[in-house]
């Protein structure tokens, strides 16, 4: 007996969306971005500090984690440093190619064929222009 398991975890973040007032939700979204361990079962490091190489693996789960952040109405003036640092990592043609290793049967590939670059870059480009407009609406 005596077990407590930590809330800030995917199953106890896909509920709560929709179930709490603002004032909670504002105070429950700063939590789970501040938490040092991040969310478990998605990303194991504090959202607030974003990943120090967007072409990794790491990256994609961290978008993971925001996107799940994304159902929040609150996000949108919370996670307003998230689309800083995606605007940030555009490339030259203003899109977006997170590497081939972020390859991991969940979240990538979108596309049946990833050996081009072009296939990688629309299926990132795709995921990502999708978590912003969910942040920005």
């Given at each position: 007996g005596g077990r407590l398991i930590d809330f800030v975890q995917f199953y106890v973040i896909s509920l709560m969306s929709g179930c709490l007032d603002p004032k909670t939700e504002s105070a429950f979204l700063d939590h789970v971005i501040d938490h040092e361990s991040g969310i478990y079962y998605t990303y194991d490091?504090?959202?607030?500090?974003?990943?120090p190489v967007f072409e990794s693996k790491q990256a994609s789960h961290y978008l993971a984690a925001i996107e799940l952040l994304s159902a929040f109405p609150q996000a949108k003036y919370k996670l307003r440093f998230?689309?800083?640092?995606?605007?940030?990592?555009?490339?030259?043609?203003?899109?977006w190619d997170m590497g081939g290793s972020v390859s991991d049967k969940v979240y990538f590939p979108l596309s049946d064929y990833w050996r081009k670059r072009e296939m990688r870059?629309?299926?990132?480009t795709e995921r990502i222009s999708n978590l912003i407009a969910a942040i920005s609406n």
């Open positions: 490091s504090k959202l607030k500090l974003l990943p998230v689309l800083d640092w995606l605007d940030k990592n555009k490339n030259a043609n203003g899109r870059e629309a299926d990132c």
